[in-house]
């Protein structure tokens, strides 16, 4: 069974930095993509970052360019988010997905709120 268990979400002033990961089992994830997504209360979801399977390239939603770094380790079945320089409008359900979309987490709270 497929699972993408996501942690590492909470409460952090604005400036301060989180990293969120992302598990997963079931599939082989050292064979796909890997993306970032985000929702806000009220909003729809948007692509926050996405790498490669084999993590070689890299791209952001020009919102996060030079404050978000995606990275995954295959060896483990895991993927992260650092998040830097957090903003009050970062805040949302963070949730990773894999597979173009088949797969998807149950998403992490991220509030950036001092």
């Known amino acids: 069974q497929v699972h993408l268990v996501e942690s590492g979400g909470g409460l952090v002033q604005p400036g301060g930095s989180l990293t969120l990961s992302c598990a997963a089992s079931g599939f082989t994830f050292s064979s796909y993509g890997m993306n970032w997504y985000r929702q806000a209360p009220g909003k729809e979801r948007e692509l926050v970052a996405t790498i490669t399977a084999a993590g070689t390239r890299t791209n952001y939603r020009d919102s996060v360019k030079g404050r978000f770094t995606i990275s995954r380790d295959n060896a483990k079945n895991t993927g992260y988010l650092q998040m830097n320089s957090l903003k009050p409008e970062d805040t949302a359900v963070y949730f990773c997905?894999?597979?173009?979309?088949?797969?998807w987490g149950q998403g992490t709270q991220v509030t950036v709120s001092s």
């Open positions: 997905s894999a597979r173009s979309g088949s797969y």
